[in-house]
């Protein structure tokens, strides 16, 4: 026996519907070189319509993968919605991918046009020549420079000009594409996801759960995390769903233009990467802002440092962290106190907020030994890969007959070490491959972070594994001072500080000072440019 509800498609343009239907005097807002660029959800509508006709007119077909190439602004925004709506695929290029990585992407995914911001023209010229499949570049903003090797070529204001504010949408199947994004090729090729409407739609939905984001029509949202990777981590579906304001950075990422957009916009949520909140707590040593409209800021890309959770909530800033990959659209874990955590003392909950928490629902999970592929215990001991799987988990990559491997028996191997506790709530020790593995036994090297940057006058650091004649290898950190602090803290400030907070074996052989750690595209520590700068490196004996 069926049940007998109705097949509803789950599609972007519910969300879409939604937001100029009920929300119309609703603001989106775009930070900019002078004042910032403000309109409502209804002349947002009205322009989705019209670039939905111009892509049309272009010749764009249901199935064609239409690219982006730009920062967080309005415009991006309404091309979130005008071509998955129309029944294409909203290809997001990552703006900060080496050029090599760029035309492989473009190149697989055979985009037809993209859409570039006027002051990132100059880079995707150099690559122009190696795109065949892209018949219209689209300039966002004004160009200060003839476009060159871009051509055919036309403003994205003149493309949509005189179109008709009104589109029918086709009647699209839930598990269409709509959207598809590359991982950030830390190894090997980039490797693309593709979302499909369902995934997306559902994935928004768990942004407004009390257990999760808990967005609502009375959030002011702040996507600082890049609309170009990852979906913006859904937050912009998430808003036209739900209603909300949103604030858009545009390129401006310092951290006194963000205080001051947060500041003035009140805003209420915000999401970024740990680098983006390391760099505003700094500045709210010397700074001040008036955060009163806050309610929290979201964080994932990497491990947010526990002494980051502390430091914001001394100026009344809660930060929660989240985890998730691009393979999982990517909301799959968030760190929130449960009610038995709330008569524990402050110093435990802080240490529980710097867990990567518990699966969001529709997500499950399982923490595989590495070497038996056995599930291992909830003991907050035993380390194994997380695994996961749910309707927002890519299945597959995109036009990639060897991912077999990654996808085992319907889970995501994600690459990430995990324990459990009691409670199911989840802790990542590592990636795989960044395990230092010292005379037999595991030292985390997220673990040492994590309280590196605990230190009063560190502001960065990174511990990588250094090959070792007896014990095979043994950690190496290095270590980015605050700017008040350069040549004021040394080695034995360093270790001294962690003799007291981890066993005498995890104490790195080394300290290494350096000027900033290096960062992927996505603004996550790059350790394989360390790797490649200390891996001859020579330890002290």
């Not at 090729?189 to 257990?211: D, E, I, Q």
């Not at 056995?374 to 060897?402: C, F, H, I, M, T």
Request: proline share 6%; hydrophobic share 40%.
């Amino acid at each position: 026996m069926q049940g007998l509800m109705m097949d509803f498609p789950l599609t972007l343009q519910h969300a879409f519907n939604r937001a100029i239907r009920l929300y119309p005097r609703k603001e989106i807002v775009t930070q900019t070189d002078g004042e910032p660029h403000r309109y409502t959800y209804s002349t947002w509508g009205k322009r989705v319509y019209q670039l939905a006709n111009a892509l049309k007119q272009a010749g764009v077909q249901e199935g064609d993968r239409v690219a982006t190439f730009g920062w967080n602004t309005y415009r991006h925004f309404e091309l979130y919605y005008a071509i998955p709506c129309m029944g294409a695929v909203l290809h997001t290029l990552n703006i900060r991918l080496f050029s090599e990585q760029l035309a492989y992407i473009v190149n697989e995914a055979e985009d037809t046009i993209i859409f570039v911001d006027a002051d990132l023209v100059p880079f995707l010229e150099q690559l122009a020549p190696q795109f065949p499949t892209v018949k219209l570049y689209v300039i966002m903003g004004e160009a200060p420079y003839a476009t060159g090797a871009l051509q055919p070529s036309v403003d994205y204001e003149t493309f949509i000009a005189d179109q008709p504010e009104s589109y029918d949408w086709p009647t699209l199947d839930e598990n269409a594409a709509a959207a598809m994004c590359y991982t950030s090729g830390t190894t090997g090729n980039p490797k693309g996801v593709v979302y499909s409407h369902r995934s997306a739609f559902l994935h928004a939905m768990a942004s407004g759960l009390a257990n999760g984001p808990a967005l609502g029509e009375q959030d002011v949202i702040l996507p600082i995390v890049p609309m170009f990777h990852a979906n913006a981590w859904g937050f912009v579906h998430a808003a036209a769903l739900f209603g909300s304001k949103v604030v858009f950075p545009g390129r401006f990422m310092d951290p006194m233009r963000i205080g001051r957009l947060m500041e003035s916009e009140r805003v209420t949520f915000a999401a970024g990467v740990p680098t983006i909140w390391i760099g505003l707590l700094n500045l709210l040593s010397k700074e001040h802002f008036d955060f009163s409209a806050l309610r929290s800021i979201v964080c994932g890309g990497s491990a947010v440092p526990q002494a980051l959770i502390e430091g914001l909530q001394q100026h009344g800033i809660t930060i929660i962290q989240a985890w998730g990959m691009t393979e999982t659209s990517p909301l799959a874990s968030i760190s929130q106190l449960r009610s038995h955590h709330l008569d524990q003392s402050q110093e435990e909950q802080f240490r529980i907020r710097a867990r990567q928490g518990t699966v969001v629902p529709g997500v499950e999970f399982r923490v595989v030994n590495i070497e038996t592929g056995q599930e291992v215990p909830w003991d907050d001991e035993s380390y194994g890969e997380l695994q996961v799987r749910g309707p927002w988990v890519a299945r597959a990559y995109y036009k990639d007959s060897e991912s077999a491997a990654k996808f085992a028996d319907g889970w995501l191997r994600t690459g990430d070490v995990a324990v459990v506790d009691h409670d199911g709530i989840i802790q990542l020790v590592d990636r795989t491959k960044d395990l230092v593995k010292s005379g037999g036994e595991w030292i985390s090297s997220v673990e040492l972070e994590n309280l590196l940057m605990g230190h009063p006058k560190v502001l960065e650091a990174c511990v990588i594994g250094i090959p070792h004649p007896k014990w095979s290898e043994r950690p190496l950190a290095c270590v980015v001072p605050k700017p008040e602090y350069v040549d004021q803290v040394t080695k034995e400030d360093i270790l001294d500080y962690l003799r007291p907070r981890v066993a005498k074996w995890w104490l790195p052989d080394d300290v290494v000072f350096i000027d900033a750690v290096p960062k992927t595209s996505v603004g996550k520590f790059d350790k394989k440019v360390l790797r490649s700068q200390y891996g001859m490196y020579s330890l002290p004996s």
